[in-house]
């Protein structure tokens, strides 16, 4: 069976080409249609946090490597920080057996597909999506925190993901670098999907490990 397709518009800060294309299972398409057409309404135009993330479902097979690279197991908690439709933490639970995990959009209609894509998956009382401003969410929780966010928010996050997370916990980013943050380990799979919104057609991923606070020297 086809899936529909919806195009939507965006500026991508480090980008020259507009437009994207973004896919979603028929399940759950009315109400996430519904919830589209009062986005703008919904979302004031100041919020930092609607302009750090790309309207763009990353492709299932990257979601895949990108939960492999970060070795989620059961005792892992995921975080994801520009959540969209849901499906990354959904399928850490669901695929990689977390034990649970959130999202934060600032879009409600994302959200609120998102939390019902979990319900039909079975795993909603370990997944909860919620609509807010990633940069104000309390991510301590986290084991594992997944972003696919623009170069122009990659070194504000950064310096939140160090401050608030355990060392130890793992990072994983989607294209995107953080500056002055060195990677363990660098990655690229392939992607046809992401070639009509990228013109590329594969996915740089990047794992980061929190690193050990360093103490304040006394004068």
Do not use: C
Request: charged residues 25%; neutral net charge; hydrophobic residues 45%.
């Amino acid at each position: 069976m086809s899936r529909p397709t919806i195009v939507v518009g965006y500026r991508a800060d480090d980008r020259s080409r507009q437009g994207l294309l973004t896919r979603f299972a028929a399940p759950g398409m009315a109400l996430f249609l519904s919830a589209l057409g009062a986005v703008a309404a919904q979302v004031p135009p100041d919020l930092e946090s609607q302009r750090v993330a790309p309207y763009a479902a990353t492709p299932q097979s990257v979601v895949t490597e990108m939960l492999k690279l970060a070795n989620v197991g059961p005792a892992d908690f995921i975080v994801d920080l520009g959540s969209g439709d849901g499906r990354l933490v959904i399928a850490a639970v669901k695929e990689f057996g977390a034990r649970g995990g959130f999202g934060v959009d600032i879009n409600e209609g994302y959200v609120a597909y998102a939390n019902a894509k979990a319900a039909e998956a079975g795993v909603a009382d370990r997944v909860k999506f919620y609509a807010g401003d990633l940069f104000a969410t309390d991510v301590s929780r986290a084991t594992v925190v997944t972003v696919y966010l623009f170069q122009g928010a990659m070194a504000r996050v950064g310096e939140k993901l160090r401050s608030e997370l355990a060392p130890g916990t793992r990072v994983v980013s989607h294209d995107f670098t953080f500056p002055d943050w060195a990677p363990d380990s660098v990655s690229t799979v392939s992607s046809p999907e992401k070639k009509d919104y990228t013109g590329r057609a594969d996915a740089v991923l990047l794992l980061y490990t929190v690193p050990e606070r360093r103490e304040r020297t006394r004068k």
